[in-house]
């Protein structure tokens, strides 16, 4: 089963959706064709009921080269209403990443600039060849990374978005593991094995499970703890303790089988 893209590729192989930045010619990088593909591609990943894990990758020597450049001459012209519909296409595209219902890996075999810094900071994991450079490059050109902010900031986090948002400064795969950007970093020989590794680890979790968490650490991440954050985490663990996937989880463990997500 396969969807036809013009500017990425999308196919399923069992629990695992595979979504390819397939412009290896132009560094993959994105412009409002791949945004909107992105998003269309991501949309029908989190949709398809035998999905448990979705992982973004990219063809050729990089990851993703930021925004294209025959779509940065264009948007030169741009009025600021024109720029504020260009902004808020990028926006949606990560957010659908950010929200998607399936964990989604970002499997990095090359560079990744501006831009594309946002794609990888929106999926769920990280897993970056060892030879990968970094970097959030706007202000060399007068620009900022806002509309990738959100995302990227809470992946590296405070500190160190105040040198690299600032400075635009490459930086090694391993800078970019210290800093907590990425999760793992492999030789490019590896790289399969480790996303599959993690893939794997994922696609043993219950589904519902999976979701429901996804949705916890936005509704907790960075909150006061407070009466009412107290009250919903109470929420959440009686109503998984009541849903059925969580009814069967517990039940299988306890009477040492696999759960029914797991049969078969």
């Not at 999308?10 to 945004?35: C, H, K, Q, T």
């Amino acid at each position: 089963m396969s969807a036809s893209f013009n500017t990425l590729a999308l196919s399923f192989d069992g629990a695992i959706a595979r979504i390819w930045l397939d412009r290896p010619e132009l560094r993959n990088a994105f412009d409002d064709v791949v945004i909107r593909e992105l998003s269309e591609a991501f949309s029908q990943a989190g949709a398809a009921n035998d999905v448990r894990v979705i992982v973004l990758g990219g063809n050729g020597p990089a990851f993703c080269a930021g925004a294209n450049l025959n779509w940065m001459r264009r948007a030169a012209g741009f009025t600021h209403e024109q720029n504020l519909a260009d902004a808020g296409g990028l926006a949606e595209m990560l957010r659908t990443i950010h929200e998607s219902p399936k964990p989604v890996i970002a499997r990095v075999q090359g560079d990744v600039y501006a831009g594309g810094m946002g794609l990888v900071a929106a999926c769920d994991v990280a897993v970056s060849v060892d030879t990968a450079s970094y970097c959030l490059s706007e202000v060399k050109i007068g620009l900022i990374p806002a509309t990738i902010s959100p995302y990227v900031l809470r992946a590296m986090g405070t500190r160190a978005a105040q040198r690299y948002f600032l400075s635009a400064e490459r930086f090694s795969a391993a800078e970019a593991h210290r800093i907590g950007f990425v999760h793992e970093v492999v030789t490019a020989d590896a790289l399969d094995a480790k996303v599959a590794e993690i893939a794997k680890a994922f696609t043993g979790a219950s589904p519902a499970a999976v979701r429901a968490c996804k949705q916890l650490i936005a509704d907790v991440a960075g909150r006061q703890i407070d009466d009412a954050l107290i009250a919903k985490t109470v929420q959440g663990i009686a109503d998984i303790r009541a849903s059925e996937e969580g009814r069967e989880g517990v039940q299988a463990f306890l009477q040492k089988r696999k759960p029914s997500w797991l049969a078969g």
